[in-house]
């Protein structure tokens, strides 16, 4: 499992340097987003992709369960209403509320998309003031040490908290 650190940065030279020192901390690039004001020209660092950006994966998350019940509604619903596919009703509720769900994960996944991550309304002043907002995945038994590490070397940074459950595939 893994944790989301958040620090704030004031510009673009401190964000490459806590970039290349997370780099040395064996922290994969993969697992560091720098998220900026737009326009804003970041080199070569690490641009938080639309997954961090947007509520895509919150929303899918929600969607599920409630598409899955309403699957299953609807099939319990059929199974009521047709009486003849009562034999078969184990199979119309699996189906139901496998498609249910499966639908729900899509249209909360096109919802997600056009809403901003919610995690970040938070930092959206200090974005629109020049800062630089990064993101760091690191191992729950690494927070620590990151969070040390960055703190000693870059007093310049900000530690802005962290977020407790970040999915394996972002």
């Given at each position: 499992?893994?944790?989301?650190?958040?620090?704030?940065?004031?510009?673009?030279e401190?964000?490459?340097?806590?970039?290349?020192?997370?780099?040395?901390?064996?922290?994969?690039?993969?697992?560091?987003h720098?998220?900026?004001?737009?326009?804003?020209?970041?080199?070569?660092?690490?641009?938080?992709?639309?997954?961090?950006?947007?509520?895509?994966?919150?929303?899918?998350?929600?969607?599920?369960?409630?598409?899955?019940?309403?699957?299953?509604?609807a099939?319990?619903?059929?199974?009521?209403?047709?009486?003849?596919?009562?034999?078969?009703?184990?199979?119309?509720?699996?189906?139901?509320?496998?498609?249910?769900?499966?639908?729900?994960?899509?249209?909360?996944?096109?919802?997600?998309?056009?809403?901003?991550n919610?995690?970040?309304?938070?930092?959206?002043?200090?974005?629109?003031?020049?800062?630089?907002?990064?993101?760091v995945?690191?191992?729950?038994?690494?927070?620590?040490?990151?969070?040390?590490?960055?703190?000693?070397?870059?007093p310049?940074a900000?530690?802005?908290?962290?977020?407790?459950?970040?999915?394996?595939?972002?």
């Open positions: 499992m893994r944790r989301r650190l958040y620090f704030l940065v004031p510009n673009v401190v964000a490459g340097k806590v970039v290349d020192e997370l780099l040395l901390a064996r922290v994969e690039e993969r697992h560091i720098v998220l900026a004001k737009r326009g804003t020209p970041l080199g070569d660092l690490p641009e938080a992709s639309f997954l961090q950006k947007s509520d895509f994966l919150p929303a899918v998350e929600r969607a599920i369960p409630l598409g899955g019940a309403t699957g299953t509604l099939g319990l619903v059929a199974l009521a209403l047709e009486p003849g596919i009562v034999v078969a009703g184990g199979a119309v509720l699996l189906v139901s509320a496998l498609a249910g769900a499966g639908v729900g994960a899509w249209l909360g996944g096109m919802v997600g998309m056009n809403v901003g919610t995690r970040l309304r938070a930092f959206e002043g200090a974005i629109e003031r020049g800062e630089l907002l990064m993101m995945d690191v191992p729950l038994e690494r927070v620590g040490e990151i969070s040390g590490r960055i703190k000693k070397h870059h310049e900000q530690p802005e908290g962290t977020e407790p459950t970040v999915p394996p595939f972002p």
